[in-house]
């Protein structure tokens, strides 16, 4: 079954012969970058292989939040719930962010006591985020049978509608003066004197002084056609989403069975809380060093399988000529099967909490690529090997709610204004630098 739908947006037919900045990438990491770099002035084109949002930015599931997130994004995110809350009236336009809570449930004193700790990270923050007792829980979020030790609950976060976000940054950014093209891949960047000079795509070449790649789970393959080597991986999330139910939670909630998602139209979005796919894939082996750290913390969590992937990534070319077509001419939306066991799975643990998902019908099911780094952060950063060429992808399952103020920073690195956060974590460099890579497990 094909994506889910994503409210569309016409890409501009004239392709500009220079601009200051291109953005590659019409995801929400892209779309953020070039409303920000647009909004101080700056002449900015973004360009896109195939749909704004069509591929994990318009799959994701929707949740805004800073709760048990990796303590290296929290300031991050902090800085992005800000910029939610005026998004619509900065856009002109909806995208269904509403601030309703989250719920992380805590089967266990040990889990109890681990979200109890993760809490201190907010210290300083002014976000509301405290510890549930069970009973609490059922006056919080009524209705519910599950057996649980307590929970983490954070009114603080939100919620959105991922196949409205991107397009409504998108069309700002145009509002703004950005070109937005669409079903235009980058072919490749061009230089002189080492530095940044241009782009060619497959509709011409675009004299530019900075790129950036945004590229979600395309951007390791495009980075190393010219030497850049970005260790990312591909993991299959499968969601599913029901017709409009009453009756059911208005909190976002996450257990280790299910985790959900109030739509607007009165519909949930559902997915399993813990369990996702590995496609073994050509890059699993050239990456395999890299991501040992993160497979001994993370294996019970993940299925691996060797299908039909392996053979469509083996013939993807890792070298081509800007002459020709490119990889991304050839595969303009990545839609992969979603696992119809995991989403059934989920939904027979979310009926066994919440008697009232019984009634649920099932609506649609899609599969979506999270772009993954060896320690889940991503690379928002500048790249020192091309000066003028910036990165910022590798999201792994939080980029939705970050990517407003990914896109802040990003344009902050582009133009030299100081930045709001310490960038040290999310820099490129720490890859080759001798640094630890690590993964914090859980988050």
């Given at each position: 079954?094909?994506?889910?739908y994503?409210?569309?947006?016409?890409?501009?037919?004239e392709?500009?012969?220079?601009?200051?900045?291109?953005?590659?990438?019409?995801?929400?990491?892209g779309?953020?970058t070039?409303?920000?770099?647009?909004?101080?002035?700056?002449?900015v084109t973004?360009c896109?292989?195939?749909?704004?949002?069509?591929?994990?930015?318009?799959?994701?599931?929707?949740?805004?939040?800073?709760?048990?997130?990796?303590?290296?994004?929290?300031?991050?995110?902090?800085?992005s719930?800000?910029?939610?809350?005026?998004?619509?009236?900065?856009?002109?336009?909806?995208?269904?962010?509403?601030r309703?809570?989250?719920v992380?449930?805590?089967?266990?004193?040990?889990?109890?006591?681990d979200?109890?700790?993760?809490?201190?990270?907010?210290?300083?923050?002014?976000?509301e985020s405290?510890?549930?007792?069970?009973?609490?829980f059922?006056?919080?979020?009524?209705g519910?049978?599950l057996?649980?030790s307590?929970?983490?609950?954070t009114?603080?976060?939100?919620?959105?509608?991922?196949?409205?976000?991107?397009?409504?940054?998108?069309?700002a950014?145009?509002?703004?003066?950005?070109?937005?093209?669409?079903?235009?891949?980058?072919?490749?960047?061009e230089?002189?004197?080492?530095?940044?000079s241009?782009?060619?795509?497959?509709?011409?070449?675009?004299?530019?002084?900075a790129v950036?790649?945004?590229?979600?789970?395309?951007?390791?393959?495009?980075?190393?056609?010219?030497?850049?080597?970005?260790?990312q991986?591909?993991?299959?999330?499968?969601?599913?989403?029901?017709?409009?139910?009453?009756?059911?939670?208005?909190?976002?909630?996450?257990?280790k069975?299910?985790?959900?998602?109030k739509?607007q139209?009165?519909?949930?979005?559902?997915?399993?809380?813990?369990?996702?796919?590995?496609?073994?894939?050509p890059?699993?082996f050239r990456?395999?060093?890299?991501?040992?750290?993160?497979?001994?913390?993370?294996?019970k969590?993940?299925?691996?399988?060797?299908?039909?992937?392996?053979?469509?990534?083996?013939?993807?070319?890792?070298?081509?000529s800007m002459d020709?077509?490119?990889p991304?001419?050839?595969?303009?939306?990545?839609?992969?099967?979603?696992?119809k066991?995991?989403?059934?799975?989920?939904?027979?643990?979310?009926?066994?909490a919440?008697?009232?998902?019984?009634?649920?019908?099932?609506?649609?099911?899609?599969g979506?690529?999270?772009?993954v780094?060896?320690?889940a952060v991503?690379?928002?950063?500048?790249?020192?090997?091309?000066?003028?060429?910036?990165i910022?992808?590798?999201?792994?399952?939080?980029?939705?709610?970050?990517?407003?103020a990914?896109?802040?920073?990003?344009a902050?690195?582009?133009?030299?204004?100081a930045p709001a956060?310490?960038?040290?974590?999310?820099?490129?460099?720490?890859?080759?630098?001798?640094?630890?890579?690590?993964?914090?497990?859980?988050?």
């Amino acid at each position: 079954m094909p994506g889910p739908y994503v409210v569309p947006v016409h890409g501009d037919e004239e392709l500009p012969k220079e601009c200051d900045v291109v953005v590659i990438g019409g995801g929400i990491i892209g779309c953020s970058t070039a409303l920000e770099l647009a909004e101080r002035g700056l002449r900015v084109t973004l360009c896109e292989k195939g749909g704004i949002g069509k591929e994990q930015s318009s799959r994701n599931w929707g949740w805004v939040r800073i709760s048990m997130r990796d303590p290296r994004e929290v300031p991050l995110m902090a800085e992005s719930l800000r910029i939610w809350e005026g998004l619509d009236k900065r856009t002109g336009r909806e995208t269904g962010f509403k601030r309703a809570g989250i719920v992380f449930i805590c089967a266990n004193e040990k889990e109890l006591a681990d979200h109890e700790r993760w809490r201190t990270n907010l210290d300083g923050y002014q976000i509301e985020s405290r510890i549930l007792t069970a009973r609490e829980f059922g006056d919080v979020v009524p209705g519910s049978r599950l057996d649980m030790s307590g929970a983490l609950y954070t009114p603080a976060d939100g919620r959105a509608e991922p196949q409205k976000a991107a397009p409504a940054i998108a069309e700002a950014a145009r509002d703004k003066g950005a070109t937005i093209l669409t079903e235009c891949a980058v072919r490749g960047v061009e230089t002189s004197a080492g530095a940044v000079s241009g782009v060619v795509t497959e509709r011409g070449a675009i004299a530019c002084k900075a790129v950036v790649l945004a590229g979600g789970a395309w951007s390791s393959l495009f980075a190393g056609r010219f030497g850049i080597d970005l260790p990312q991986l591909k993991v299959l999330n499968s969601v599913m989403r029901t017709k409009p139910l009453e009756g059911g939670p208005e909190q976002t909630i996450w257990a280790k069975d299910f985790a959900i998602r109030k739509r607007q139209d009165g519909g949930y979005t559902v997915a399993c809380g813990h369990h996702n796919i590995v496609d073994i894939v050509p890059a699993s082996f050239r990456y395999a060093a890299a991501f040992l750290p993160a497979l001994r913390s993370e294996w019970k969590s993940l299925s691996f399988r060797l299908a039909g992937r392996f053979v469509d990534e083996l013939r993807i070319p890792r070298r081509w000529s800007m002459d020709d077509a490119s990889p991304f001419e050839y595969h303009r939306v990545l839609d992969p099967v979603p696992s119809k066991r995991l989403t059934q799975d989920a939904l027979g643990g979310l009926k066994r909490a919440f008697p009232v998902f019984e009634r649920a019908e099932i609506a649609q099911r899609w599969g979506g690529y999270i772009d993954v780094t060896p320690d889940a952060v991503p690379v928002i950063s500048a790249v020192d090997a091309i000066p003028g060429f910036h990165i910022a992808t590798g999201f792994s399952g939080h980029g939705f709610g970050i990517g407003p103020a990914a896109g802040r920073l990003m344009a902050d690195i582009v133009t030299g204004r100081a930045p709001a956060v310490d960038l040290s974590a999310f820099r490129f460099s720490r890859f080759t630098d001798g640094s630890k890579v690590e993964l914090i497990s859980g988050f």
